[in-house]
């Protein structure tokens, strides 16, 4: 992992002792609310329905023990004893009191952690594959190229102002865990000819207007790859619309003036910019790649005791392959039946912080999809990590199945939710939560938006919710044939939405239709591809 | 009716203009009639509250009850985590807002 050098921590203090005085200052009544907002945003820090709120960053979602057992301390001590893990890899805090705020930070700024990048106009926390490193499919390990890109994003003096907040996602493998191409900018790291580039794509994203990023640049060399960026980021902040909040994305100028015109400019602008000196020498990309050396893995490959079913289930389902023999990456699923996706108490942080310390090398990743992976778990060690698992409520072997939801916060803290989404995912995991029938039902993502922002990715979706303010009443729009991954698409409304209740029958009835039309190896999404809406239609609205 | 409700600057904590102050429970909110902007500018003015609005509500037995559900999760907690509402020993206390 990563360590700050002088340099970083004294940026990271300096943030808090800043803060800080903007606190108290406010506190003070110096400065006015208004005033106020953009800096406390600029700190991670909201003001939600019940309370503020405070994001905190974990770039790229890794993490080590002993930053995972400072978010269960912050949970504790400043907040009612949990955290909710968040789409976009990080964590957030529901009942912060801004009286707290400084004295949170800078117990993060003691573990090498702050809310920078999670909220404003900037470039946001960079999103990874939770399986970075540890993936077999992989044509290098991404997360390098994320620490480069978070260090030349914080503080970047020339986007820190951009027309809307930006969104970078780095992927290595030809399998998408990210979400890669809803994003702002998705990199794909690829080998040609066996020299390390990029394909680049840009202007994707989710929202109000969802959109694919088209490819912008089949392959960029490693060598260019920030003066690309740089050069993407320009045209955007140059041309991008400060006149309009819902028109102000990337995605929106590229679909405006066409990704030909978008890719000339910033060839245009690269030519510039690549005088600039702006990449990194080898020197330096070589004292970052230096931090994600692989771990010391000592254990011999062995296969584990499936004697007990109920850890075999786990084994099956919650536990990949890894590139390392003898080795394997272990998915904690924090979707308990009935539960809130993404909740974990500090307990269950500290038993997750604890397995990591003893079993994986020391680290932890955030999964967009809410959930926490240990990375390096010896298959000999497996047995172990899942009685502790179970022991803490964390054994659900329910990864990428339909039990395993995607949701925001939703109306029930979250200020500009228009309906709840936590209610509606915990009734659909209830009325699924017989093993058998979800795994019966083999991958299928579902994914529930509580307003048309879409933080609860419902576009990407095998089925979509979204939650609208119908004349004051919750309704609930169903999609499908969404997904994130590298078949990505984007989800169809199917028509009329449903009241809360209504809105699970119809995902059943969807599942039926599924089942019975199912060919070979199918999953729900692609039977929905082949088959069309028309049947599903049938036999929800009838 | 009319409210008055907002979050207190220094705890976050949902407030609610009671006529001579606020409150973290909505029964004691009173009705601002039209009265609201001008008690809004003088309390916010005071940082006795912090991103303050008026809401419609209506009156019931048990005091007043926001329109929209959005107020009444406000005023009671999340749904989901009956335990952290303001009547956590109260069960059904979350049919008060659906």
């Known amino acids: 992992m990563y360590k700050y050098d002088n340099y970083d921590q004294a940026m990271v203090d300096a943030r808090v002792a800043e803060f800080r005085d903007q606190i108290n200052r406010r506190i003070a009544g110096e400065i006015t609310e208004d005033q106020f907002k953009p800096l406390r945003l600029m700190n991670g820090l909201y003001l939600q329905l019940h309370a503020y709120m405070l994001r905190v960053a974990i770039p790229y979602g890794t993490l080590d023990s002993r930053q995972m057992r400072m978010l269960a301390h912050i949970a504790r001590k400043y907040d009612r004893d949990y955290g909710h893990f968040t789409t976009r890899q990080n964590i957030q805090y529901n009942w912060i009191k801004l009286e707290d705020c400084a004295d949170i930070l800078e117990e993060l700024a003691t573990v090498e952690m702050h809310a920078i990048q999670t909220s404003g106009n900037c470039i946001r926390n960079i999103s990874s594959d939770q399986y970075a490193g540890a993936a077999a499919d992989e044509v290098t390990d991404p997360r390098p190229w994320a620490e480069l890109l978070r260090q030349w994003s914080t503080f970047h003096p020339e986007f820190s102002y951009l027309p809307r907040k930006f969104k970078i996602a780095v992927i290595a493998s030809s399998e998408d865990r990210a979400a890669m191409r809803l994003h702002d900018i998705g990199l794909e790291l690829v080998r040609k000819d066996g020299e390390l580039g990029a394909r680049v794509f840009v202007g994707g994203g989710m929202g109000r207007t969802p959109m694919i990023a088209p490819e912008i640049n089949p392959f960029v060399k490693a060598d260019d790859l920030l003066s690309y960026l740089e050069a993407c980021l320009r045209v955007y902040n140059r041309y991008g619309r400060r006149d309009n909040m819902y028109k102000a994305r990337i995605k929106i100028l590229i679909h405006e003036i066409g990704a030909d015109e978008y890719r000339r400019q910033v060839a245009e602008e690269f030519a510039h910019v690549k005088t600039l000196g702006i990449d990194p020498p080898l020197a330096e990309l070589e004292r970052i790649s230096a931090f994600f050396a692989p771990p010391a893995y000592n254990a011999a490959d062995a296969e584990p005791d499936r004697n007990d079913p109920d850890f075999a289930l786990w084994l099956d389902q919650n536990v990949k392959p890894h590139k390392q023999a003898g080795y394997a990456i272990v998915n904690i699923s924090l979707k308990p039946i009935g539960g809130i996706p993404g909740d974990a108490t500090s307990a269950q942080i500290d038993v997750m912080a604890d397995l990591a310390e003893k079993y994986s090398f020391d680290e932890l990743r955030v999964t967009h999809a809410q959930n926490i992976v240990l990375p390096y778990v010896a298959k000999r060690d497996l047995y172990a990590v899942w009685q502790a698992l179970r022991e803490a409520e964390l054994a659900d072997a329910n990864l990428d199945l339909i039990s395993d939801i995607i949701a925001c916060p939703g109306l029930d803290y979250c200020s500009l939710a228009n309906a709840r989404s936590i209610p509606v995912a915990q009734k659909i995991a209830t009325r699924f939560a017989d093993m058998d029938r979800q795994r019966d039902l083999g991958e299928l993502k579902l994914k529930i938006s509580g307003c048309i922002n879409a933080c609860g990715h419902h576009h990407a979706g095998h089925i979509g919710i979204l939650g609208v303010d119908k004349k004051g009443v919750e309704n609930y729009q169903l999609t499908f044939g969404g997904s994130g991954a590298e078949d990505v698409s984007i989800g169809k409304i199917i028509g009329p939405g449903f009241d809360e209740d209504g809105v699970v029958d119809a995902v059943e009835k969807a599942t039926e239709v599924y089942k019975a039309l199912r060919k070979g190896d199918e999953r729900f999404v692609d039977t929905y591809r082949r088959v069309g809406l028309e049947p599903f239609k049938e036999a929800i609205y009838g | ?98």
């Open chain 2, 1 to 98: 009716m009319k409210l008055l409700t907002g979050n207190d600057l220094v705890s976050g904590a949902v407030t609610w203009w009671t006529g001579n102050g606020w409150s973290i429970h909505v029964e004691d909110a009173a009705d601002v009639g039209e009265h609201g902007e001008a008690i809004l500018h003088a309390e916010e003015g005071a940082r006795r509250v912090n991103a303050p609005y008026i809401i419609d509500a209506v009156p019931t037995e048990n005091g007043p009850r926001p329109a929209h559900i959005k107020d009444r999760i406000r005023a009671l907690g999340p749904t989901v985590r009956t335990d952290l509402t303001l009547k956590p020993a109260d069960p059904t206390a979350g049919d008060w807002i659906i």
